[in-house]
């Protein structure tokens, strides 16, 4: 945290999005700099995830301009394009998506090894680096039905970064788990955005998203209600339904004394 470089690595311009008969984003304007760690917070439905997968180039925007390390998002025709973005930016999902029929090790090794053409031995390397950094180093020749759900996060996180990507994005990865192993996950988490890791983060841990973050989004029915420092989201909002949001959930994001966030 507080690594920026006021350089902007994601730009969002009057972005617009529609689902059918459905308005998902209603003019998102959003600038990420180098080095932020940004999460976006807000009422399920909102729009969070949808901005995510527009940076992402996983869904496409109607109308809009969306600006990522140089590459104009929304002008993407090709697929391979598409690839090409995704090997800079990684994304972790609410769901593990591991391969069921591979090693952990197999798991983190095979993007690097057929989307970036590294060799076996070098992504193993690396893959055995990253598992220890998120604590399963002793995990790399399980599968993922033997790993718990916080256990398969962690080999997920490790599986994006082995791509090397410029900007992580995290789509509520702890929605899914049992409170016992949020925090191992938010820990990692946290490690790699104290290493200046820039990542934007969908979340409801209030707390969480209070101590790590550079910048802190709202985001309600489609838009951006409020952006600011998390002192000016959590405790100096003059925004009544801000106030009311964070203050409902003021007890999310606890976390269990020992568990280092």
């Not at 193993?124 to 039905?145: C, F, I, Q, S, W």
């Not at 080999?155 to 410029?166: F, G, Q, S």
């Not at 890791?197 to 838009?223: C, P, Q, W, Y």
Request: proline share 3%; hydrophobic share 40%; glycine share 10%.
């Amino acid at each position: 945290m507080n690594t920026s470089t006021d350089d902007p690595i994601v730009r969002l311009e009057d972005v617009h999005l529609s689902f059918g008969q459905t308005q998902v984003l209603k003019g998102i304007d959003l600038t990420i700099n180098k080095g932020d760690a940004v999460s976006i917070i807000g009422p399920s439905g909102s729009g969070k995830s949808t901005i995510l997968r527009c940076i992402n180039a996983l869904v496409t925007a109607q109308s809009g301009r969306i600006t990522v390390a140089g590459i104009r998002v929304d002008q993407l025709a090709r697929e391979s394009e598409r690839i090409a973005l995704r090997k800079r930016v990684g994304i972790v999902f609410q769901q593990y998506n591991l391969f069921p029929h591979l090693t952990v090790l197999d798991n983190i090794v095979i993007a690097p090894v057929r989307i970036l053409g590294v060799a076996r031995a070098e992504a193993e390397k690396t893959a055995r680096e990253l598992l220890d950094r998120v604590r399963l180093a002793d995990k790399a020749n399980a599968y993922p039905g033997q790993l718990s759900g916080g256990q398969q996060q962690r080999v997920a996180i490790a599986r994006a970064l082995a791509m090397k990507p410029e900007l992580v994005l995290f789509d509520e990865v702890t929605s899914a788990l049992d409170p016992e192993t949020v925090g191992e996950v938010l820990w990692v988490i946290r490690d790699l955005i104290r290493e200046g890791m820039t990542s934007i983060l969908v979340t409801h841990e209030m707390r969480f998203a209070e101590e790590i973050s550079d910048k802190v989004v709202f985001t309600e029915n489609g838009r951006i209600v409020g952006q600011g420092s998390p002192q000016q989201i959590f405790h100096d909002s003059d925004n009544p339904r801000i106030r009311q949001f964070v203050g409902g959930l003021s007890g999310r994001g606890a976390v269990r004394d020992g568990e280092g966030i």
